[in-house]
């Protein structure tokens, strides 16, 4: 069982709607969590961390839910510029050892 | 500052060829990763150094050696090309302060990726 799980997608989204997407894991004493966003043939950059009692940042929103162990992204008013793969993040360790998941695909469409 | 730098962007071996990946930071990071991504499947970690000098295994370390001599590189080797060892590797670094939590600490900071093709 992968330690962090997400759905490929692709989830094709028009553009200026909204798209959520999970990701699970399994290591109950994970500690931090985060989304990557990586563009195609490109290098994963911090999008956000998530909190515990969850987060915005502009239009991504970010929940933790560790009852069920599982975050999700919410992205509204989806731009064209949002068609990206999203990785689910958790670190595991105290030293900071991430687990990767193999990311979610977005596709903005016009 | 350029941040995190990987030489050679693209490179194609034979099969038992040896070769060496050069990641460097110039962000005065503690920590360096070496990960390999492959279709389908997370990023995988194959060595890290917590800082000069020291190197430690990650999750898929066969075949792959290491070395940090200089604080702001980290050097990954490979001996014996294989095919299965076809991927796109990235580099990373990050602050990663014991004690330190949030995205200064914690936020891991990657190269371009260089990307192999074993035959």
């Known amino acids: 069982r992968k330690e962090v799980e997400q759905d490929p997608g692709p989830f094709n989204v028009p553009e200026g709607a909204t798209v959520a997407f999970n990701c699970t894991y399994s290591?109950?004493?994970?500690?931090?969590f985060f989304w990557y966003r990586q563009d195609c043939r490109k290098e994963p950059k911090l999008l956000m961390s998530v909190y515990s009692s969850g987060n915005e940042d502009g239009r991504f929103t970010a929940q933790l839910n560790r009852a069920s162990q599982y975050i999700s992204l919410l992205i509204r008013d989806s731009k064209l510029s949002d068609s990206a793969t999203y990785l689910c993040?958790?670190?595991?360790?105290?030293?900071?050892?991430?687990?990767f998941g193999a990311g979610t695909q977005v596709v903005v469409t016009p | 500052n350029a941040g995190v730098t990987q030489t050679p962007k693209f490179r194609v071996l034979k099969t038992g060829q040896s070769m060496t990946l050069l990641c460097a930071q110039d962000m005065n990071h503690e920590y360096m990763y070496w990960y390999r991504q492959d279709p389908g499947m997370g990023l995988r970690l194959i060595h890290y150094?917590?800082?000069?000098?020291?190197?430690a295994k990650g999750e898929v370390p066969d075949g792959y050696n290491v070395s940090r001599l200089k604080k702001q590189n980290f050097l990954l080797g490979l001996e014996s090309a294989a095919p299965s060892q076809t991927s796109v590797y990235f580099c990373?670094?990050?602050?990663?302060?014991?004690?330190?939590?949030?995205?200064?600490?914690?936020?891991?900071?990657f190269g371009p990726g260089t990307r192999l093709l074993v035959l």
């Open positions: 990373a670094s990050s602050y990663n302060l014991a004690g330190t939590s949030g995205p200064l600490g914690e936020t891991q900071y």
């Open positions: 993040v958790v670190k595991t360790d105290s030293w900071g050892k991430l687990q």
């Open positions: 150094s917590v800082g000069e000098g020291t190197t």
């Open positions: 290591n109950s004493a994970s500690q931090s």
